[in-house]
């Protein structure tokens, strides 16, 4: 029904307005009087903002989605997601709970955007342009990547597929990463979430929603100086096979939302 669409927009909004204010005032706040406490204090705060937004699609819009598996992470930890949704990175979150990921975004994110272009910069996420094969912007993902505490995310489709099939892995960014340290690579499958790929969508289409989310790993990626070509081509084989399954089992019942 459109009206608990319409509902979830306004409960998600006013989610991301309010956490806005709050993250440039008071989570600032908090990390600079408590600098030792800053990545308990981020991955406190990114957890809460990915139940809100699960909370508005399950208990407002009717989504449903089966349990949500756990990716032990830290330094060194990489995940491969499949992109289908704005749900994705909420997902990606709950997933790694004890910790937050940095998760690769496109520059443009980064300016302008209510409550994620500040929190782009306040976890320092890695930053890429798909039109710009410029070196110099390569290594600097590659760096900021193996330097980063916490578990990197990245998607290497690029961009979601209109109907929620897996599309080919663009090399490029992945390259980059594998070749700044040896990873410790986790692959992650989600389906489902297509329908409401982006936020307006959810008008229409949140209700329908049946999210399945799998993980497989790890993997030890390539040591720095070896072709990671062959590990590439293994990987997006393992998520192809990984989105198969649960494709294959959309048939199944459903729980009305995330196991704590």
Do not use: C
Request: charged share 25%; no cysteine.
């Amino acid at each position: 029904m459109k009206i608990r669409g319409i509902l979830t927009i306004a409960a998600a909004g006013t989610a991301l307005l309010v956490g806005d204010v709050l993250q440039r005032t008071f989570l600032v706040a908090a990390i600079r009087l408590l600098p030792r406490r800053r990545h308990a204090i981020l991955g406190a705060w990114q957890q809460a903002l990915a139940r809100i937004m699960l909370w508005s699609a399950r208990v407002v819009g009717g989504a449903r989605y089966d349990e949500i598996p756990r990716i032990p992470g830290g330094p060194g930890t990489l995940v491969l997601m499949n992109h289908q949704s704005v749900m994705d990175i909420p997902l990606v979150v709950r997933a790694l709970r004890g910790t937050y990921p940095r998760i690769v975004t496109r520059e443009r994110y980064a300016h302008g955007k209510p409550l994620i272009s500040h929190m782009v910069r306040l976890y320092q996420y890695p930053t890429v342009d798909p039109g710009a094969t410029v070196k110099t912007s390569l290594e600097s993902l590659r760096e900021r990547a193996a330097q980063s505490p916490v578990p990197v995310v990245i998607f290497p489709e690029g961009t979601r597929s209109r109907d929620g099939s897996l599309s080919k892995f663009r090399k490029m960014g992945l390259r980059s990463i594998l070749g700044g340290r040896e990873w410790e690579v986790w692959v992650v499958a989600v389906d489902g979430w297509w329908q409401a790929a982006k936020l307006t969508d959810f008008i229409d289409n949140v209700a329908d929603v049946r999210g399945r989310m799998r993980v497989s790993g790890p993997f030890t990626s390539p040591a720095p100086g070896e072709s990671t070509s062959a590990f590439m081509a293994e990987m997006e084989r393992e998520m192809q096979d990984l989105f198969g399954r649960i494709s294959s089992s959309s048939a199944e019942p459903l729980p009305a939302g995330e196991k704590e």
